[in-house]
């Protein structure tokens, strides 16, 4: 499938998704968000896709939004279509697992999409951030719910008050990404981090996502039960019996994603 603003590479399991509008910054549009939505739950269909990849370029990952495109805009206009709802809704829903690889900037919309995804991994050289603030408007798509979870609520407030960058280093530190490795190294350990995913049974894989998706929704007595119905429910799975058994024979798993 051919995409005007993204490039999507499908290889060993693993979609890398790329998101391609270099002269914007990769600055977030309809048409982007539209279209990594759609490559996304092509993903999630293809059984040959055991894990996702997002990344931009070393420059930046996106720089947010796309102010030309929403400058002109009123209330009413946003308000009325939803501005990138859809797209994003759908991005939250994908069940399969999600690396965003960052390098240089991540701001505001940005930093919001690389947030969606279920972990982060930075360049040394990536910029996050929630500048918004200087635009006259505030975070829109997760800037002030998923980073005060991420990060807690001074260093949230923190950025969405004064827009200041976030190094990779202060970033991993406060627990916004899981790792940070030389930028140069990005894409290795990123497809690394990916083919490890890739290795396990599909079926634990989108448990567990779910499973820690649910910790930010919910209470943890709630998420505690949720998660021990979860580890119950996998009891019922041939791969259970494949991962145990393999253990004990001291052999690797031949997972079936059954
Ligand atoms: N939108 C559109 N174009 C952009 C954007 C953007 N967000 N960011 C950069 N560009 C463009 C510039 O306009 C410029 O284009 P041109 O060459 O045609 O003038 C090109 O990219 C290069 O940018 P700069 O010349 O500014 O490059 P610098 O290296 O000097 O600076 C920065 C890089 C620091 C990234 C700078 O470009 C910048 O500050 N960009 C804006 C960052 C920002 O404010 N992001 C937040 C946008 S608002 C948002 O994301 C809201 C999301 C919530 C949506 C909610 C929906 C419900």
């Known amino acids: 499938m051919a995409y005007e603003t993204i490039i999507v590479e499908i290889e060993d399991h693993i979609a890398l998704v790329k998101l391609n509008r270099p002269d914007a910054m990769n600055a977030l549009n309809d048409v982007l968000l539209s279209e990594l939505a759609q490559a996304l739950k092509a993903a999630q269909k293809d059984p040959k896709v055991r894990c996702i990849v997002v990344t931009g370029t070393e420059k930046f990952f996106a720089a947010g939004a796309d102010i030309k495109m929403m400058a002109e805009k009123g209330f009413v206009d946003v308000y009325s279509e939803d501005l990138f709802s859809d ?41 996050f951030g929630q500048p918004e603030i200087n635009l006259g408007v505030m975070a829109g798509m997760g800037g002030s719910q998923r980073l005060t979870r991420a990060i807690g609520k001074a260093k949230a407030m923190d950025m969405n008050l004064t827009g200041r960058f976030m190094d ?23 497809m690394q981090a990916a083919a490890k995913i890739a290795e396990k049974s599909m079926i634990s894989v989108m448990a567990v996502k779910e499973a820690v998706n649910r910790a930010e929704e919910t209470t943890l007595t709630e998420g505690l039960l949720y998660e021990k119905r979860l580890f119950f429910s996998l009891f019922a799975t041939e791969d259970q019996k494949e991962g145990m058994t393999a253990f004990l024979e001291k052999r690797e798993p031949q997972f079936r994603d059954r």
Do not use: H, Q
């Open 168 to 190: 990779a280093e202060e970033a991993e530190r406060a627990g916004l990404v899981s790792r940070v490795v030389p930028c140069k190294k990005l894409m290795e350990n990123a």
């Open 87 to 127: 797209a994003t809704g759908t991005i939250a829903r994908i069940r399969k697992p999600i690396i965003a690889a960052v390098s240089g900037y991540a701001l505001g919309g940005g930093c919001e999409l690389a947030m969606m995804c279920d972990f982060i991994i930075a360049g040394d050289n990536a910029k």
